[in-house]
């Protein structure tokens, strides 16, 4: 049936409303943008993530690519550039609590390895290790020998050249590698440390490094992630990118890695005001 349509009540838009609203569409599509690649990188923190920071802030400081280096771990790699190579570059401004979370880890450590059904001593790998203050003073007293891995090459070679003394003879392999991007061995390591690094991968970097770290254990081997856990949801610390997450955001990122907690443990000893440090054992 034919029919005739009126137009003569139809509101034509003026150009600049089209522009605007050519616009509006095109903000809209590249908030989906925005969206989409921070849930993709952080799946388990980014609701966490949007309560800090307006979109296009956060999309920058998490998953933004200038030159093709992603800016999240160009920043932590500029930060650490800064930091010296010794304890208390290692420890911030707390040096002091070393030797309490050293002892701490000695005897989380205790719980999986040496012993009947236990991991053995024969070789250990410490991720982001700095210049090794946690090989020297937690595992080269026990493990045969060491694997230590860490992007910053002047943190290995002061470990080599001057820190480990004669503990360096002991180390089989340095890796100076961003572990989002480290391969390793198969059944090689009873034991995974990774200490204050986690909070430097992203939400599917940490997944996928934590599957990595799964198929290089040797029996009954097992991964420790040591680090400082948000009291409440995630915080992000723009400045070094690293991400601090509550502890149930750690263990769904742990589960989703195809692994099981078998142990959680709050580091003691340390001030109330800081941010409290768990460690959580796995395989
Ligand atoms: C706070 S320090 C801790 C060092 C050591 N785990 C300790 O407890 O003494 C963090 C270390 O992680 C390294 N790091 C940060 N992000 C990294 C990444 N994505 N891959 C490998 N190493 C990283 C830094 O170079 C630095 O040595």
């Given at each position: 049936m034919p029919s005739v349509v009126d137009f003569s009540g139809t509101l034509q838009p003026s150009h600049e409303e089209w522009v605007k609203s050519v616009y509006d569409e095109c903000r809209t599509s590249m908030s989906f943008k925005f969206h989409d690649s921070i849930i993709k990188e952080f799946f388990a923190s980014s609701q966490f993530l949007y309560?800090?920071?307006?979109l296009g802030k956060l999309h920058a400081v998490t998953c933004e690519y200038i030159n093709g280096e992603k800016q999240f771990y160009h920043r932590a790699q500029k930060f650490y550039e800064d930091v010296t190579p010794s304890e208390e570059g290692m420890m911030?401004?707390?040096?002091?609590l070393s030797e309490v979370d050293l002892e701490g880890s000695r005897q989380f450590l205790k719980k999986f390895v040496?012993?009947?059904g236990k991991a053995s001593t024969k070789r250990a790998l410490d991720c982001?290790?700095?210049?090794g203050r946690v090989s020297k003073g937690v595992f080269f007293p026990i493990f045969e020998t060491m694997e230590m891995a860490d992007m910053t090459e002047e943190f290995l070679l002061h470990a080599h050249e001057?820190?480990?003394?004669?503990?360096?003879?002991?180390?089989?392999s340095y890796y100076c590698y961003n572990l989002k991007d480290l391969i390793l061995p198969p059944i090689r390591y009873d034991v995974v440390w990774i200490q204050w690094?986690?909070?430097?991968?992203t939400d599917k970097d940490l997944m996928e490094f934590l599957k990595r770290c799964q198929t290089s254990l040797r029996p009954n081997g097992v991964i420790i992630i040591k680090d400082n856990m948000a009291r409440q949801g995630c915080k992000l610390d723009p400045t070094d990118s690293s991400l601090q997450r509550h502890l149930d955001v750690m263990k769904f990122i742990i589960g989703k890695a195809g692994l099981k907690v078998l142990d959680v443990q709050k580091q003691e000893?340390?001030?109330?005001?800081?941010v409290p440090i768990w460690m959580i054992a796995m395989r």
């Open positions: 309560e800090q920071m307006p911030g401004d707390f040096v002091e040496g012993g009947p982001g290790c700095g210049i001057e820190y480990l003394g004669d503990y360096a003879d002991r180390v089989e690094v986690a909070c430097h991968l000893g340390f001030p109330e005001v800081m």
